[in-house]
């Protein structure tokens, strides 16, 4: 028998490969299928053994992946996108992720031409394995605050910087790769000058290539204190073996500072970097790539969610006694909380290529004639696109796990790991609060230069593109993407206007009274930018289905819905306005997609069953896979489940045997009168 | 040096106890109290050795705690109401929870007085042990639809019911406690009576109690298939033993059904219970105790980041080059995120255990009196409650984490298990948004009532009282409780009528397409709810000190503030009003409460230091706190905690061995030119 997925299936008629290509060029499609072909034959992937262990337990894992896809590198002679792409396909990151993503970008990107010559082979044959190394235990989000020093030497004909942590606040902390694996660290330390008889120049941090464990034993060396920081919330991250780092008075060459942009010369001359932001450019980097990759991992749950809702059924209509049950993708609830998160997918996925696009080519201007003049714009615009899809992404993806009902709360729903190992992209890469602040002083910024500029009666002062909307003002057909434009341009504005005149109104408040507002400035800026961009794009693409609009409107509908309050409150739309607006928001969701379309517009994603949750398998057998799954311990046989824990703890005994052993004295209490029943048990007692 | 806490509290000159009593009634403080001193002493309750264990583990060491209460009860001669309350003093969800709060339960309330005779004092003994199962693999909320039929036999003068699955889709699956425990199960099961020659009669949902474990070996007895489902998302529940028990024709005792109000009698005679919702009576028991330990956890969440955030400190004021950098807790964003979770937390203890005492009163004069007529209410209100508090504690644990920055990602926050043990609640006893739609429901029948009351010029139909606003309509000054309330009343009044709206004049449409929108109004229900009790309960208190009505204010203004929408668009407000509305909320956050307040707010909740997170220390002294928390795996002592660890891991050699092995195997990669490099290695190597 069919199952209710294969049947959506069968009454759609959508062009799924059209809508794929859109989701993932072409050329990246066949990198990722040489790799998923790969990876799905490797036992280790196995997505089922991961929610069994404990953060040690997962690191060894993680640690087996490691070293299994340098063995498929060399195996299969993989280019080092074919690599980095599989290092991003596992459920877990890895300890070798930042080696590649952080640390060899950027000695490549702030490296001079010697020094990249003299490291990076070492790194790309793995001698060297490097960190990134900027947060401390008391300092994060001031990076001018840092404690760690690295004073310069030159005393005695000595060239060499002096790294200090200056006592545990100073430690490095959540260093990624380092607890068990990295012999290098690329150290952010506040560069301090001593100048004869002038005290010690102190220049603001700067990056050091420090070596932290012996390249021999791979033990700590001398003045290094490091190890793993112990397991994080919800399990996330477990397989990544986050450090603390401290030194004490570790002596490296002066030619270990990257000095590509800023330079210490032999003897204590400094020459500034040129653009103030330049030193920023590998946290850009990171940042306008996290938008395409939050769409992909909630797409992950999103495909899962609606697939499962797809085949669960629930409640018969009334009236329809002892007929089938409601598939529960048709209740409004499920509607309203599901369907907009696959147009949050789409959106995060293709205008976060977008934006990568435009990195790159702020990097080759930068690179190639030193050219800064697209930076500012790339980073306010890369620090609003990430607050708001990693925001936006995690709170999707409890939504859809929630969805899922009870069995979303099982492991089987895969949302659990993919979250935990999410909610922190809201921290990293610069905490959202107050990163949000930067694009917020950008926007400001370009008011006043607007104000200045009509004032003295000039030329308009020339918005950068992203801030293009703050000369518009229309309204009329909410599907209009003019119209929706519009009105995300009016919110983004209004919400600017509140910020300028709060500021200008109470002189005596501090930027810091005003961090709530930038949040929300910032969100609206991205989203408005996610919108648009998403319009633009599908607009040159005729061969995209029709449901793929429909996302668009959802996704445009959805923010302007959750945001009406604003709309509202700067009379932007009056009340009827605002409840028209829900009721073609509401029809859309109800009528505008069948679930035909959504298995189509999830499928388009291109997921392996092993890489969705169990309750997303594509063909829809869902209680049969749960029932399989949790017969192992009971001794069923089960795919050698069993074994492979058991790999993983290690012990003598399963540790199920002793589980049930536990349980057993436990029932026995009442039997012997409440005396101990059993070994472990006598033990306890004893220590009464 | 005192810390920043110390310093923050030595300004303050708050009557805690006055605010503590008003969180935890004098006579449970001494209860707790009682039970936390002896549990702090316990080496098996430090909260720092659960975060290392996985799933199988856990449940070791959960069964341990079990054990251990087991031990002090009888060793401390604790009544039945401090065990009770030791029981929920664990961060992890105990197995043999359910066996107290639903099994022993249950069978009072729901038993004969010879079924209580005969099994109650067995079950306080721990002989039988059991569980609740009511959910099955593919159905949970739909009960009318359950699978597991108990058929009752009286052929051949048999007098018995045989349990049947009917396929592993039939399965009772999430069944807390009967992973490993329980040797016992209450189970709903449509009961079915053949009647001679007229085919078989289909009565519904009723409870049976069966066996499912020998009571000498607690092996699974013949028919029953049972074990544990395995690891749950974010490792929460992980203590918990959540089964799946399938049944193969169990044959059990008519006088197994639990008959205090249907009754089978013997030869199939049936009586019908004489309220419907009556069976519901013990999950409405379990709600109403929900909103109040939501705000507990909520609270410990918010005490640990408001604490935190004191003595964290991040960026200089501009112009204050070389001061003191900020607390963060100065920071809007910070405030705006915290405070009204503190709100929160204090507005779901107080208002809970209001509920607790109403719920107490209609359970009095039901068992007493058999009067049922508090039951509709209470069921209605218990479940609005129930939907905001889950939905909003666990939206704010996480905020909470959040603000803590990167260490808030760290177990040592705390937030991370107690948010993972909470989510799931929006999803059992219940998924929020289906039971959101009962109260709806009964809202609807008010209002028909109340219009048809109108029509005929009869005397007003008179509300129940959580439902009096709907008569109400006013406006004034914003911080007058009168106008909060009425502001609160006209948009749950304004859900409601639009909700009543959309059904009339869209009869095509079905119950299926409104349940986004029912969502809503049992949302808006709730809240309103709580600010007029917290605003009553508080009025005749006048010895609580001002900042917890300043906690009200917060509270109310927060839910107005984030539900502008609705009042704009119902004209309730004008956009001036709203503007000045935020403008009112932004001050009373900014100015409303002092650093020394909301510490003084947080320590009112009387938490010892094992049950906040590290980040949450009473003195502050978090810093050290952290290092000296990550130093034992490397080999330094810290309180043996290799050992606790190593006690639960049951291997030969230590983990981090194994861990740290693996890392020198993926280094030494390049150096062998890609060949394996130990034991371990060797082994995957070959099986490419
Ligand atoms: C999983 C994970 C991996 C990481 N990996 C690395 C790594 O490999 N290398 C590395 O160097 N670092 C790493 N980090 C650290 C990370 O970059 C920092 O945690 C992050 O930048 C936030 O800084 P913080 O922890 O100091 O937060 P804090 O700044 O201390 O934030 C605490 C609170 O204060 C608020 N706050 C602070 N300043 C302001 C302000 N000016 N205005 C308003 N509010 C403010 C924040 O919003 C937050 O609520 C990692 C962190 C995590 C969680
Ligand atoms: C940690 C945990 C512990 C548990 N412990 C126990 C236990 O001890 N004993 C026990 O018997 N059970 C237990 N359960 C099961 C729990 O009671 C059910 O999971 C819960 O009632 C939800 O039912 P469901 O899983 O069938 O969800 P479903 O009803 O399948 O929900 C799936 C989706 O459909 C939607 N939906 C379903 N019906 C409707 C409708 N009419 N209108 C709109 N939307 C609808 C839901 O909102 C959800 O989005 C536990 C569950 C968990 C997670």
């Known amino acids: 028998m069919p199952t ?58 993680s640690l087996r992946l490691c070293y299994r896809l340098l063995q498929l590198r060399k195996l299969h002679n993989w280019s080092q996108e074919e690599y980095r792409e599989a290092l991003s396909l596992s459920d877990d990151k890895l300890p070798t992720t930042l080696h590649e993503i952080a640390f060899i970008n950027i000695i490549y990107s702030q490296g001079t031409n010697e020094q990249r010559e003299q490291w990076l082979p070492r790194c790309q044959r793995l001698e060297f394995v490097g960190c990134y190394a900027q947060t401390e235990l008391a300092h994060g989000s001031n990076v001018q605050g840092l404690l760690t020093t690295a004073t310069y030497d030159y005393e005695d004909g000595r060239d060499e910087f002096i790294i200090d942590s200056g006592g545990i606040e100073g430690a490095k902390w959540w260093i990624g790769g380092a607890g068990v694996l990295a012999n290098f660290a690329l150290v952010q330390a506040i560069l301090k000058v001593p100048r004869r008889g002038e005290g010690v120049e102190s220049l603001g941090p700067h990056l050091f290539l420090v070596p932290i464990r012996s390249l021999t034993t791979h033990l700590p060396l001398p003045g290094v204190t490091v190890g793993d920081i112990g397991p994080k919330a919800y399990g996330g991250f477990a397989g990544m073996d986050n450090a603390y780092i401290k030194f004490d008075n570790v002596r490296i060459p002066r030619t270990n500072m990257l000095m590509r942009f800023a330079e210490l010369a032999r003897g204590g001359k400094y020459t500034k970097a040129k653009h103030d932001k330049i030193s920023y450019g590998s946290m850009v980097a990171m940042r306008a790539r996290m938008p395409e990759n939050m769409g992909w991992v909630l797409g992950k749950a999103v495909t899962t969610a609606i697939r499962y809702c797809v085949i669960r059924r629930q409640f018969t209509s009334p009236g329809e006694l002892g007929g089938n049950e409601i598939q529960v993708i048709y209740y409004a609830s499920v509607k309203h909380r599901l369907f907009p998160l696959l147009a949050q997918s789409y959106a995060f996925i293709v205008c976060g290529r977008e934006l990568q696009n435009r990195y790159t080519q702020m990097q080759e201007a930068l690179v190639s004639r030193g050219d800064t003049s697209m930076l500012p714009e790339i980073h306010s615009l890369s620090i609003a696109l990430k607050v708001a899809t990693t925001n936006d992404a995690v709170k999707g993806m409890e939504v859809a796990r929630r969805a899922m009902g009870g069995h979303g709360f099982s492991w089987m729903s895969g949302v659990g790991v993919w979250w935990a ?81 709060a500021i200008s109104t109470s002189p005596q408040k501090s930027w810091t009274d005003h961090s709530f507002a930038t949040f929300a400035l910032c969100r609206a800026h991205a989203e408005l930018y996610l919108a648009s961009t998403f319009f633009s794009i599908l607009s040159s693409r005729p061969d995209i289905p029709p449901p793929v609009y429909t996302l668009v409107l959802i996704y445009s509908l959805h923010t302007i819905t959750s945001s009406l309050s604003d709309l509202l409150e700067s009379e932007t739309l009056t009340p009827s306005n605002a409840r028209e607006l829900r009721y073609v928001y509401d029809w859309i969701l109800m009528e505008g997609l069948s679930v035909s379309d ?91």
């Open 421 to 501: 190992n999410s909610t922190a992209s809201q921290t990293y890469e610069g905490d959202n609060y107050v990163i949000a602040q930067q694009t917020a002083r950008g926007l400001l910024k370009h008011l006043q230069r607007l104000h200045q500029a009509k004032a003295v009666g000039e030329k308009d002062y020339e918005l950068p593109p992203s801030s293009g909307y703050l000369n518009l003002a229309a309204r009329s057909f909410w599907l209009n993407p003019s119209v929706i434009l519009s009105l995300l341009s009016s919110r983004a504005a209004y919400l600017l206007g509140q910020l300028a005149l």
């Open 4 to 61: 209710d997925l294969e049947l959506a299936r069968a009454s759609g008629q959508l062009d799924i490969k059209a809508i794929h290509d859109l989701l993932l060029l072409p050329s990246r499609k066949l990198l990722r299928d040489k790799v998923q072909n790969t990876l799905e034959k490797e036992p280790l992937w196995d997505p089922t053994i991961r929610p069994h262990l404990n953060q040690a337990q997962s690191l060894l894992r």
């Open 598 to 688: 959504v298995v189509s517009l999830t499928d388009a994603f291109g997921f392996r069953d092993w890489e969705v949750g169990v309750l997303g398998g594509k063909e829809g057998r869902v209680y049969e896979q749960m029932w399989d799954e949790v017969q192992w311990r009971e001794g069923k046989e089960g795919r050698g489940k069993r074994e492979k824990v058991a790999e993983f703890e290690g012990g003598q005994r399963d540790i199920w045997e002793r589980v049930r052993e536990e349980a057993r004295g436990v029932l026995g209490f009442w039997k012997e009168g409440g005396e101990v029943q059993n070994e472990g048990e006598r033990k306890r007692a004893a220590k009464l």
